[in-house]
């Protein structure tokens, strides 16, 4: 049984820093590519970025520069760093995995799903 769980969320205000990491279990980690995504009420989950299975790293164009992200493949983790927080990053974060090589930026092409973690960010 495939897991993901997203950790780190919380209130910050804006300029602040978080990390949020995801710890998958019950699959073939380092085959993965793995995403994260955000929803905030009333809108559509969004794409934030992939790391594939190499550690290349893709990212939505509003968010690239600020957000990074980075796996652990020994640990079976893979980190959102957000750096220069926005109120309008408020949202849910979620992980997802990708069990194929070509980087996809929609929710339908990811398989398996955390259940998501809060981020406020606050002016």
């Known amino acids: 049984q495939v897991q993901l769980v997203e950790s780190g969320g919380g209130s910050v205000q804006t300029g602040a820093s978080l990390r949020l990491s995801c710890a998958a279990s019950g699959l073939t980690f380092s085959e993965y590519a793995m995403g994260w995504f955000r929803q905030a009420p009333g809108k559509e989950r969004e794409y934030v970025g992939t790391?594939?299975?190499?550690?290349?790293?893709y990212f939505a164009a509003a968010l690239k520069g600020r957000f990074t992200i980075s796996r652990d493949n020994a640990k079976n983790i893979v980190y959102l760093q957000m750096n220069s927080l926005k109120p309008e990053d408020t949202a849910v974060y979620y992980c997802?995995?990708?069990?194929?090589?070509?980087?996809?930026?929609?929710?339908?092409?990811?398989?398996?799903w955390g259940q998501g973690t809060q981020v406020t960010v606050s002016s």
């Open positions: 997802a995995g990708r069990g194929a090589l070509v980087i996809r930026t929609t929710p339908a092409d990811y398989a398996y």
């Open positions: 790391i594939t299975r190499t550690g290349t790293t």
